[in-house]
């Protein structure tokens, strides 16, 4: 088991970036698959980014160019450098551990793009 925690979110003018913190309760050198997920309002839940322990990444069409993820095992983190933020990327934002087939969630962290 382990427990995540997001961190990072808040208040961007559109342009601007955020850098979120997905920070794990143990290791996760042996989570193959970790990952970022959003939901705006009445919109579904919807996957932003993905990396594998090796350090292979997926991104969203929507994303992609604009968000960059990342890890460092060493310090059970995961990252998600949010640059050139759009309006329509204003969503909670949660991050996720897959092991064994079981999807780990962390509580979410609001980020809100306006002007």
């Known amino acids: 088991q382990v427990h995540l925690v997001e961190s990072g979110g808040g208040l961007v003018q559109p342009g601007g970036s955020l850098s979120l913190t997905c920070a794990a309760s143990?290791?996760?050198?042996?989570?193959?698959?970790m990952g970022w997920y959003r939901q705006a309002p009445g919109k579904q839940r919807e996957l932003v980014a993905q990396i594998s322990s090796g350090n292979i990444v997926d991104y969203a069409a929507s994303v992609k160019g604009r968000f960059t993820i990342s890890r460092d095992n060493a310090k059970n983190t995961m990252y998600l450098q949010m640059n050139s933020l759009k309006p329509e990327d204003t969503a909670v934002y949660y991050c996720?551990?897959?092991?064994?087939?079981?999807?780990?969630w962390g509580q979410g962290t609001q980020v809100t793009v306006s002007s």
């Open positions: 996720t551990a897959i092991e064994r087939g079981f999807y780990y």
């Open positions: 143990r290791s996760i050198i042996s989570i193959n698959t």
